[in-house]
């Protein structure tokens, strides 16, 4: 089986290739991959090379495949496991690979670590170990797209999780988001900021009754309200605000107004910007939780923190980084059960945009860039299909399906997408 693939060969070295794959061993499958979110997790390892943690040191000689937030469909399985899993299902794939009994500090990862699995090809091998461990998950939910998101949509849920509180005189941490509490989403209207606010809104089991979501860009903060109502918010029992910090002189006395002046019980930091990391610390409630969701690329990242507060107040910080699997099935399920992450989505390309779009990724403005693999497209901003109707008439109907869906993505747009395929060039 041929494959098409953008594969890593060193720092900021890309090539968009097709190889063979070899046949697969009993205890593997063959996949076609039909979509892909670029992630900046892909940009950081594009530019870091071997330096990054999970990229091997021999990728000159055998490169890998990047690309890490995918879905497909099972092509062939191996005999090992033919009775759990079957031809022509969907899936998704946990990256994260956790090995409990392994070595302390494994690392490797699809997207990251293989030749022969990685978002960003048309097919590829799911190794033994990813099936070993359970990274093969099954979706049962309409089109691809959704289950593509799964993996971002498992690092915000993840995040909630690992917040943790305390009761005065006992040393027991209790995980998870205080319900019913005070929660604040700091630089939280980008592509990751916007999947936790609609977490945080679909949620049945807990949810606070103060959600405030800051950022310094207007036009960012007023799409955010739009996607995610401040009227659906109040529908679930969720005061919503959304805030400019730019437009304040004292961001955290502003801040901590807007809760009443008691601060927050959960504040999620989604930019890796020391000021923003203080202003989380400076707004958090007694027994507060700091979790800095942001990955920095400087490895001397710092900012100040109040530790009188941490001894006295039993405020808390934590970090995450991507969500276990078990975050990526409660993903994969929310969304079987109607929750769309198509807010996430601002731009759709091809395989030939996948180069450019990784080494360029901070500077694209919007959300996700979501690569669809079998096709040949420029990335291309949603909002942008209707001007190129005359062009193209695909792009038509494209904007046609995506405006009465409130500008958004769509799984009847991703259907006419597939369908033509070959016409997608302008």
């Known amino acids: ?185 700091l630089a939280g209207v980008g592509p990751m900021g916007l999947a936790a606010i609609n977490y945080v809104l679909n949620r049945s089991d807990r949810k606070p009754s103060l959600l405030v979501v800051t950022d310094i860009d ?45 601060g927050f019980n959960d504040v999620f930091v989604f930019a890796p910007v020391a000021p923003v990391v203080e202003q989380a610390d400076g707004i958090l409630a007694f027994d507060g939780c700091l979790n800095f969701f942001a990955g920095p690329s400087d490895p001397d990242f710092k900012a100040t923190l109040n530790f009188y507060n941490v001894h006295y107040a039993f405020t808390h910080i934590v970090g995450t980084s991507g ?7 409660e993903a994969l399920q929310v969304m079987s059960n109607g929750l769309d992450p198509a807010g996430l989505v601002t731009h759709i390309g091809g395989i030939n945009a996948v180069i450019d779009t990784t080494l360029d990724l901070p500077n694209i403005p919007g959300g996700k860039k979501l690569i669809y693999n079998h096709l040949e497209m420029p990335l291309t901003a949603i909002k942008d299909f209707s001007s190129l109707e005359d062009k193209n008439p695909v792009y038509g109907k494209l904007a046609e399906i995506c405006d009465k869906n409130s500008g958004l993505w769509s799984v009847e747009a991703e259907k006419l997408l597939l369908d033509n395929a070959d016409k997608l060039t302008y």
Request: aromatic share 8%; with cysteine.
């Open 1 to 185: 089986m041929k494959t098409r693939a953008v594969r890593l060969y060193g720092k900021k070295e890309l090539r968009l290739e097709e190889f063979e794959l070899p046949a697969i061993k009993e205890d593997e499958i063959l996949a076609k991959v039909v979509c892909d979110s670029i992630c900046m997790s892909s940009y950081k390892a594009a530019n870091q090379g071997t330096d990054h943690k999970r990229i091997p040191d021999n990728v000159k000689e055998q490169p890998i495949i990047i690309g890490h937030e995918f879905a497909g469909e099972i092509v062939e399985v191996g005999k090992k496991w033919e009775k759990q899993f079957s031809v022509g299902k969907k899936f998704s794939i946990q990256p994260a690979l956790n090995y409990e009994d392994g070595p302390v500090g494994v690392l490797s990862a699809p997207g990251y670590s293989y030749q022969f699995i990685g978002g960003d090809a048309t097919y590829v091998i799911i190794p033994a170990e990813v099936m070993e461990l359970g990274c093969l998950l099954t979706y049962e939910g309409e089109g691809f797209y959704p289950a593509s998101l799964s993996e971002p949509l498992s690092c915000v849920i993840g995040a909630m999780h690992a917040n943790y509180h305390t009761k005065p005189g006992s040393y027991i941490h209790e995980m998870e988001i205080v319900d019913g509490g005070k929660m604040a989403i």
């Open 218 to 262: 207007q036009t960012r903060l007023d799409r955010a309200a739009c996607l995610y109502s401040v009227e659906f918010a109040k529908s679930q029992g969720i005061d919503l605000r959304y805030v400019n910090t730019a437009e304040m002189s004292d961001p955290v006395a502003g801040l901590r107004d807007v809760s009443g002046g008691t």
């Open 323 to 329: 969500g276990n699997t078990d975050d990526m099935k």
